[in-house]
Each structure stands twice: as structure tokens, then as C-alpha cells.
């Protein structure tokens, strides 16, 4: 059984990864387009579904069988856990922050720069490559 926890694991996580690098750049392009027009509606459309429809299913998936893997390993005491798990924290707070900037753009009140979203869409990739070094080298 173990095994097909993990393979379940993987695969949101791999889910949630496309979809917190995709809607920030969804976010860039939104940014080049005007409040109210068409394609800004349609990016409001392509924004909501990916973030309800694919990234939410996926991060909640990854918390319960990720912590399901964490029991059957019993990983709670292992050091390189306890760091895996403060990134993947992170990683939600990232999430919630896409999330927010979401509601900003389907409301037209987005404040933010396309530059701004260039960086934050950086963010997830640099969090999980620390996960991933975590997870295989377990430095500690």
C-alpha cells in the first residue's frame, strides 16, 4: 500500500508544481492586457479554473498523502522532514498568495507589476528544489 501512496503523493505534487508555475505567468500576461476587455475576462476564466479546478485538488492531495507517507516512513523525528515540511509551508503560503492575487485580478483592482509577477513566479521552483534535495540526499 505504501508504494501507492507515494505514487499518488507524487503525482499531485507534480500537479500542484505545474500549477504554481503556470498561474503567475498567467499573471504576467494578464498584466499586458486592459481591466474589463476580453482577454482580460478570459484570462479571469483561465486563472479561476486552473487555481480551483487543478492546484486546489492538488495541494490538498499532497498534504494528506504526504503526511500519510510521513506516517508510514515515521519521519517526525527525522531533521531533513521537519525542513521538507517548512518549505512545503511555505509553498502553501505561496499558494494562498496566488490565491489572493487571483480575487485581485478577477475584481480588475490588481496593483502589482508584471515584473513583480516575473519574481514571484520563481518562488515555487526555488522551494521545491530544496524540497527535492531534502527528500533524496536527507542531509540531516
Known sequence: MYEWVKVIHILAVISWMAGLLYLPRLFVYHCQV???SEASEKFKVMERKLLRGIMNPAMIVSWIFGLWTAHEIDAWSDGWFH???ALVILMTAAHMMYA???KSFEQDNNSHSER???FIN???AVLMVGIVILVV???F
Do not use: D, N, T
Request: hydrophobic share 20%.
Open 122 to 124: 520563481e518562488v515555487p
Open 116 to 118: 513583480y509577477y516575473r
Open 137 to 139: 540526499v536527507k542531509p
Open 100 to 102: 489572493r492575487q487571483r
Open 34 to 36: 486592459e481591466a474589463g
Open 83 to 85: 525542513g521538507k515540511l
